[in-house]
């Protein structure tokens, strides 16, 4: 059961991740401005807390949650420690998060530029976000 959940959690990551989403963020801006910090960080702890009080089960929300985060993980290791990460795992998620992030483009100097305008995808991401959280709590 919880294999199927760590590799489900992994692959879900992935599939969403192939929406446009994340304008407010770059590597830049990510752990070194309050807000879009905040924006990035606050709603996985929340939509993580409203499905421990929905289903229970806190153990398996948990390894779903760290097997979900592995792909941004593996992304900030490399972007932090360039491309000459060490260990092959890491760099394949990374090179596969890159592929299904096809609506962004990565430059040699490390700054990605989006395909879309970024002002009605980060109000959709934002509408969304507050839709899941509210179904969550509607479940709760």
């Known amino acids: 059961m919880s294999g199927v959940l760590s590799i489900g959690s992994l692959a879900l990551h992935y599939a969403l991740d192939c929406i446009p989403h994340g304008f407010i963020t770059t590597p830049w801006t990510i752990f070194k ?7 990035e960080l606050v709603p ?16 398996l929300f948990l ?24 260990l092959p795992p ?16 990565d430059h040699p100097d490390g700054s990605v530029t989006h395909m879309f305008p970024n002002r009605p995808l980060l109000v959709f991401e934002a509408c969304l976000l507050v ?4 179904a969550l709590v509607a479940l709760a």
């Open 33 to 39: 401005r309050f807000l879009p910090t905040a924006v």
């Open 131 to 134: 839709l899941i959280l509210g």
């Open 44 to 59: 996985g702890p929340l939509i993580l807390a409203g499905s421990v009080a929905a289903f229970g089960h806190p153990f």
């Open 63 to 86: 390894l779903a949650a760290s097997f979900s985060l592995l792909p941004d993980l593996c992304s900030t290791l490399v972007w932090q420690h360039g491309r000459g990460s060490k």
């Open 90 to 105: 890491v760099r394949a998620l990374h090179r596969l998060h890159r592929k299904v992030h096809w609506f962004e483009t």
